[in-house]
């Protein structure tokens, strides 16, 4: 998929903290589902946030749940 027009690091981030206050408690496939985005983009900016402890992490099974610190 190729990257959006307009769309760099801090914008992608941006984008995912907004949905997550919309809905606090959300899966990556959720969350880039929402944002009509790659499932490996997406992964790879809520990493981010998540080493940024602006997210916090769920597991339940082999899913991973992202909210809002």
């Known amino acids: 998929m190729p990257k959006k027009r307009g769309f760099d690091a801090d914008r992608y ?5 907004a949905v997550l206050r919309g ?3 959300m899966s990556t496939a959720e969350i880039c589902k929402s944002l009509n985005m790659g499932y490996e983009t ?3 900016y809520v990493e981010q946030l998540h080493g940024k402890q602006q997210i916090k992490l769920k597991r339940i099974g082999n899913r991973r749940f992202w909210f809002v610190a």
């Open 42 to 44: 997406g992964l790879k």
């Open 23 to 25: 809905e606090p408690f």
């Open 13 to 17: 981030q941006k984008e995912i903290l």
